[in-house]
């Protein structure tokens, strides 16, 4: 059975089709990356499983119909970390961890012990423990990441959506957070759909790789399959040099292709 | 008999006449229902410590005789002189300062601040007398007064010498010609009253022509333009904003254009006294007499 | 740490109510013997074995004119100061207040219609209160068809309430120049009065009072989760906008009935709120509860204050809220910053 899978799903906006006839699946556990230029549509995609615009054709969620399921129950299968989260600074970090929890909870509901431990647990995890009582606004960059990931992680889904989670990022950070999420889908089975820009750790994390320009969905596979000179090239508008540097794929922007 | 003994006796006749009479008249008569604004209010023994909030009910309880079983009046009760003023209010009564001077009987020209309730429940009766509308409405409050207070015959005497002397003041002043025209100032922003207040009906006893008339679908209190007064041009201008806002004869004739008005020209801008022309006790005489001086001043 | 500060602040509130309802009981015009009125309060427990000292009508002060005063003080304070901290959380906005939606302004139509053309008593009746909650209920259902309309959300619902606040006060503006003989009941009227006739005029607000903030004290931590933005709240699970309805319309009919019976008395709603977060942060499950009970304080105290500062005359309410209140709040704003979270 397939975490997730998308049929014919298209979203417009404003009268124009940001997304047409997007058709894909991933496996429980799978990586899955969405590349493509801006304005391409990763972010719609993302959204568009979250349930956060309306679509035209199907999303399922571990085989239901995503239209079936509440928004609780999506929400309890699914969590989303945007690519600019909202913080607000002066919520503890303890507090803003336990918002994952409110899926689980009835409308008017409090936290229970369990709800508690869980929260907790998602804190102890990303070495967050210390800073439980610190407010939002005193934290670092990195800090506040890992604080939007224990959030999610609170959250207990079954897939993570990730909208470009390393722009914000320097270069010892995006390790760490994309090192972080990769361990948390080992440990814990989570599929991962991440909309991703760098193209070097989308082929050192990625298990499959889905191309999408212009709204529509170009190439799906492997990431050698995918991430190839002439396709990136095309869609990209870009010229880019694929190397292979003892197995792991690197991209790099480059001359013209050459015909080899 | 002789002369002299007839006149004795008929004079002692007459004494006890005249003694008995008003002692008849001055029975007291309670318990005593009264109907004022506020409904039919029950009065069970002639009221001996009063509190008057509205300053034409202090003069009209002064007038007919009442005025020494008055123990508080409101801030702004400034006539008779000699009535005890307090500072209880008018704008915010308070039901417990009123309270705190033990009254048997309460007199209101206002029920802001749930003040009738308040006394209904400390079990003080109240009488609601607003704002009267015309000299008919004056004279029924200060009836009521009369029996509320256990003076029914003195403030029927008042009514009586009220009526006499406004239909005196009325025969004096000439009729026939022309129409005399006025303007009544409120305020120095040229708020006026229409002939459908109080003051305005007054005016027109006199067969005067209200130039504030002409708003039409007047309010009862519009707001002129300095404008229309001008072109309205009117031969009278009655200042009832004298104490409270310094206006005169001469500030209004240094106001621009003003000086060509045909009241400012033959000098018939009149100051009022404020208190006169805006309460509607026993004065209302004094205002009309006034306006009676005016107008026949003006014919002449 | 956070919890202990939590737990302070709750008690100083809990005790300043306590104080200022003492005081509101203590004082007045009439001029009671402290004592007294507390032997008399005393009596009316059970099973304590104190006579009351007071005369018939004193009794009646106290409990038929002061206490019920004291009660609609703290309910109406309560009220407001719950429904500026709803309103400030459901349009994440920190210059909400409780009229953000128009309420004063047709509160103060309603009123003024019936003071202009009501009977001259009608400041006794239930009209006056009756026209003034039609007033308020109507300038919000008015605000939320025409914010529907706009589209845009929370945003255009603020933008819709200020353009309904300024056509309703156009109107009460015309009204009341047209009958400028009542303007000084309609400005009384308007700047707020706690006085009551007794017991009957607190039950007026309780009800919808009780309800109101019941509903918003059970939507707390759904406004702690809209703090994070109505996108990031839905993702989480929560339906955005039947919270904001729900929220919204308990706010609104909490704050008819308070208006309704008390005039507009301003400045409670939007400083209690920001003087709790300062003091324990912006977390709506405390920040609800907590100005529940300083706005009732708050405003019991500045009643007794509007009793005495100038007595036997009364000062206005909304004047002393105001005028009390802003240096309250920069002496709250200057000590929340020596003590930096």
Known sequence: ?260 | MSRPSVAAALVAVAAVLTGAAPAAAQRPSFPVTVRAANGAVTIPRRPARIVVLSASATETLFAIGAGRQVVAVDDKSNFPAGAPRTELSTFRPSAEAVARHRPDLVVTSTAANRLLPALRRLRIPVLLEPAATHIGGAYEQMRQLGAATGHRAAAARLVARMRRRIAAAVRTVPRGGRRLTFFHELTPDLYSVTSRTFIGRVYALFGLRNIADAARKADAFPQLSGEYVLAANPDLVFLADVKCCGQTARTVAARPGWSAIAAVRNRRVVALDDDVASRWGPRIVDFLRRIAAVVRAARS | MGARRVAIAAVLATAFLGAAATAGVLVGPAGLPARGVLEALGARLPLVPLDSPLSATQETIVFDLRLPRVALGALVGAMLAVAGGAYQGVFDNPLADPYLLGIAAGAGLGATLVIAYGPADAASTLLLPAAAFAGAAGSVGMTCAVGRAGGRGATGLILAGVTVAAFLTAAQTFVQQRNADTIRDVYGWLLGQLDTSGWPDVWLVVPYAAVAAALILAHARPLDVLRVGDEEAAALGVDVTRVRLVVVVAATIGTAAAVAVSGLIGFVGIIVPHAIRLLVGGSYRVLIPLSLVAGAGFLVIADVLARTLLAPAELPIGVVTAFCGGPFFAVVLRTSRLVSA
Do not use: C, F
Request: net charge neutral; charged share 20%; glycine share 12%.
């Open chain 1, 1 to 260: 059975m397939t975490a997730l899978e998308l049929r014919a799903v298209g979203v417009t906006a404003g009268g124009r089709a940001v997304l047409a006839d997007v058709s894909l699946a991933v496996a429980p556990g799978e990586w899955a990356a969405l590349v493509g230029p801006n304005g391409a549509g990763k972010t719609t995609t993302l959204r568009a499983i979250a349930g956060l615009v309306s679509h035209a054709g199907t999303v399922l969620i571990g085989g239901t119909d995503a239209a079936a399921l509440g928004r609780r129950a999506r929400a309890r299968r699914v969590a989303v970390v945007p690519q600019v989260p909202v913080t607000p600074p002066d919520m503890s970090v303890a507090d803003y961890v336990r918002l994952g929890r409110t899926p689980h909870l009835a409308p008017l509901a409090r936290e229970g012990a369990a709800d508690r431990a869980a929260a907790a647990q998602a804190l102890g995890r990303l070495d967050l423990a210390g800073l439980a009582g610190r407010p939002m606004g005193t934290l670092s960059g990195g800090e506040r990441q890992r604080a939007v990931l224990a959030r999610a992680l609170a959250q207990e889904p079954r897939g993570v959506l990730l909208d470009e989670p390393t722009s914000a990022l320097d270069l010892a950070r995006q390790q760490q957070a994309l090192e972080l999420v990769d361990g948390l889908r080992g440990s814990d089975g989570l599929t991962v759909v991440a909309a991703m820009h760098d193209l070097t750790s989308v082929a050192l994390h990625a298990d499959r790789v889905h191309l999408l320009s212009g709204g529509r969905l170009v190439a799906s596979g492997a990431p050698r399959e995918v991430l190839r000179e002439d396709l990136l090239g095309a869609h990209y508008g870009a010229a880019v040099r694929v190397l292979d540097d003892g197995g792991e794929l690197v991209v790099v922007p480059g001359r013209a292709a050459v015909a080899s």
